[in-house]
């Protein structure tokens, strides 16, 4: 099962999300989510959203987009035409394809109302990269004010893109949920959907002490928030319907997670790897009661 979702920047918590399979392709996903975006909304995705229907779609919710230019336009980009804006930015016009393709999720009504032209800013900048190598990114936006919207400050707002990715681990590792031990799917949703409801409980948390220490939420360490919480719980047995002791245990747990904040690391290198290489046994493919093992070289193998 794949997991979508929309992050709001302001606290970090989860909009909404959905789900499809592993396999699929994340754009027609995310027209299941469009509900969560309105008037003066913006969406920051990566290349694999920016398509004409999404785009369109946002701009008849009055919504605006801010994504990486998708690599197939990307190759074909021509940076001198356009009407030129700046340095480093242009105005286009994309056109709307003639055909539906096959595997878009808009009805034929839905495909109808897109506009036939739509106006695109693209803004190509230099960025170092996790490797110290310099590269170039071009972000297309339907931010068109280049005076209001400076490009610099879009820049950053999507740098800030990144964080969906730390908050998908935050939910997938650090809540213990890469692997849900369930038997049906519709039990692996409601697991899920109350994985979320606890992550945006301990996210607002966080915000009640970001606001109580004056720091920034994006700054706060949510498994030692997480860690502080569920350390507290026990404080709370008998005292259910005593509200000053509760008031007095919940401000004693926001002190602690005002003082858990990750210092800015911008060029730290994390790589994906494991410390311990994990131990040679076979995996459990029946049931206990029915398994059986061969000793080969070794190593425990199960019976076909």
């Not at 940076?79 to 480093?88: M, P, T």
């Not at 071009?138 to 740098?159: F, G, I, K, R």
């Not at 681990?169 to 039990?187: A, F, H, Q």
């Amino acid at each position: 099962m794949g997991i979508m979702g929309v992050l709001n920047s302001a606290h970090g918590g989860w909009e909404d999300f959905a789900v499809g399979a592993h396999t699929a392709h994340d754009a027609p996903i995310a027209h299941k989510l469009l509900g969560n975006f309105g008037q003066g909304d913006i969406l920051c995705g990566d290349r694999a959203f920016c398509t004409y229907e999404l785009i369109g779609s946002l701009a008849i919710r009055g919504a605006h987009s801010l994504m990486r230019l998708h690599q197939a336009r990307h190759k074909a980009l021509d940076f001198r035409k356009g009407k030129r804006i700046g340095k480093n930015q242009r105005l286009v016009i994309w056109k709307k394809p003639r055909v539906q393709p096959r595997s878009s999720p808009l009805s034929i009504e839905d495909w109808a109302a897109l506009d036939e032209n739509m106006e695109i800013r693209l803004i190509k900048f230099w960025y170092e990269d996790r490797t110290g190598k310099k590269r170039s990114m071009v972000l297309a936006t339907t931010l068109l004010d280049a005076e209001e919207y400076d490009w610099l400050e879009l820049s950053e707002l999507y740098a800030q893109r990144w964080d969906i990715e730390l908050r998908l681990r935050d939910v997938k590792t650090t809540l213990g949920m890469e692997r849900l031990r369930v038997k049906t799917p519709e039990t692996a949703h409601k697991t899920l959907e109350m994985t979320i409801i606890g992550y945006n409980l301990i996210k607002a948390t966080c915000q009640e002490a970001a606001h109580a220490s004056g720091h920034n939420i994006r700054l706060f360490s949510f498994k030692g928030a997480l860690d502080t919480v569920v350390a507290s719980t026990y404080r709370y047995r008998g005292r259910q319907k005593c509200l000053k002791f509760i008031r007095e245990i919940w401000s004693s747990i926001i002190e602690p997670i005002a003082e858990k904040v990750v210092n800015s690391r911008p060029y730290r290198h994390e790589p994906r790897a494991v410390k311990q290489r994990p131990k040679s046994y076979s995996y459990m493919t029946r049931p206990r009661s029915e398994y059986s093992e061969i000793p080969h070289r070794g190593k425990p193998r199960s019976f076909a």
